[in-house]
């Protein structure tokens, strides 16, 4: 019986994966068989130009590349030194509870949300107006319970016979964390990275308030102007265009680049992780 239940669960694990990877397929096959006609040199470095029904994305890959970079710089530090708290020093048990549950609450909250809360707090009350700033802060603040939940699981993951190794040489606290915690944990941090990167630069919703413009020929010239991004390029493109015809092989060329932007930064992120991976003794 006990053969017979790790054959039938083994066999739904297989099926779920050749299911999955059929999807994933189809998925790219789709969009990129209607997006590769669009993408050209002039398409990567030109500005949109009559009304976004020809020219190019330079202003939108620039300005997704932009918010990604400093949305990501900002959730980063954050999300790491509060997994650092949560795991070494929060107290009472209660309160870290509470906390760690807030925490998977806000994971779950549609992006919609971040959105209305980006415009509510760094638009309106904070006055960065709609922004790069503005943007970046909001996509950050998305991005945290990502980065605090896999940056804490990396340092519960740490053997506790290093920890135990390195306060009995006489390390103190501090220490510890910033020569054994950290670079052990250091991969398993990068993969919460990697998954925020990816979720940060696909989002819409938190932009359409607070940082993207529907069109524009120039970069932004400072944090506080705001920028154009592949999501919002794709979604007005097919929305709110005049000419759909002429727009919509256009969109499916910006679907394909920020695929492509999204699996280039995640495959760095991956190289780094694999070089420090291969540099363990242990």
């Known amino acids: 019986m006990r053969k017979l239940k790790n054959v039938l669960g083994v066999g739904i694990l297989g099926a779920c994966i050749i299911f999955t990877t059929i999807a994933l397929i189809i998925f790219l096959y789709s969009i990129f068989s209607k997006g590769l006609s669009s993408i050209s040199w002039t398409f990567l470095t030109q500005p949109p130009r009559d009304a976004m029904t020809s020219g190019g994305i330079y202003p939108a890959i620039l300005g997704t590349l932009y918010l990604t970079l400093l949305s990501i710089s900002i959730a980063l530090p954050l999300g790491i030194f509060t997994a650092i708290y949560l795991n070494n020093y929060g107290k009472p048990r209660l309160l870290m509870q509470i906390v760690r549950i807030s925490i998977n609450t806000l994971a779950g909250i549609p992006s919609i949300i971040y959105g209305l809360f980006g415009m509510a707090v760094f638009v309106n009350l904070m006055k960065f107006d709609v922004s790069l700033i503005a943007g ?43 020569r054994i915690i950290l670079p052990t944990a250091l991969p398993n941090i990068l993969t919460g990275a990697i998954i925020s990167v990816g979720r940060v630069a696909g989002e819409t919703a938190p932009i359409m308030f607070t940082a993207a413009t ?69």
């Open 214 to 282: 529907f069109y524009s020929r120039q970069l932004p010239k400072s944090i506080f102007h705001e920028v154009m991004a592949l999501p919002y390029h794709i979604f007005a493109l097919m929305t709110e265009g005049s000419n759909s015809k002429l727009q919509t092989p256009i969109a499916y060329g910006s679907a394909v680049v920020l695929l492509i932007l999204v699996l280039g930064v995640s495959s760095l992120a991956i190289a780094i992780r694999y070089h420090i991976r291969r540099k363990r003794k242990w």
């Open 136 to 178: 970046a802060f909001t996509l950050a603040i998305l991005a945290l319970p990502i980065i605090i939940n896999a940056s804490e699981e990396a340092m519960r993951g740490v053997p506790r016979d290093f920890i135990d190794a390195s306060m009995a040489l006489g390390a103190t606290e501090r220490q510890t964390i910033l």
